[in-house]
């Protein structure tokens, strides 16, 4: 009969380790109170993981908004200020496909 991991060579007996070591109920102690830490530092990691986690959510979120109203705006709208007057007193018109300058009345 073969070994544990497939040897011909061995057998299932020989690869049986037998502990004769019995752990008092200090030791068991021990290792809970260890045990009970670990999970106590892997319980504050996924509290902060998912505060993280939120945050990057908020953070797409607000980034996606900022892309909409990005693509939102009008494409002539990075030209806009050189057809605005620079004194703000006068307005374009257009008559017949042509454009003149005129006053503002206010």
């Known amino acids: 009969m073969s070994g544990p991991n497939g040897d011909p060579s061995m057998s299932m007996e020989d690869g049986i380790i037998i502990d004769e070591d019995d752990f008092g109920d200090g030791e068991y102690n021990a290792i809970n109170s260890m045990l009970d830490q670990i999970n ?34 009008p494409v002539g709208s990075d030209n806009q200020d050189e057809n605005q007057p620079s004194d703000g007193k006068e307005e374009l018109q257009e008559d017949d496909g042509g454009s003149q300058m005129s006053e503002k009345s206010e």
Do not use: I, T
Not at 40 to 69: C, F, I, P, T
């Open 40 to 73: 106590s530092y892997l319980d504050g990691l996924e509290e902060r993981n998912d505060v993280l986690n939120g945050k990057m959510h908020e953070l797409l979120e607000s980034n996606r908004q900022a892309r909409l109203d990005f693509r939102a705006q």
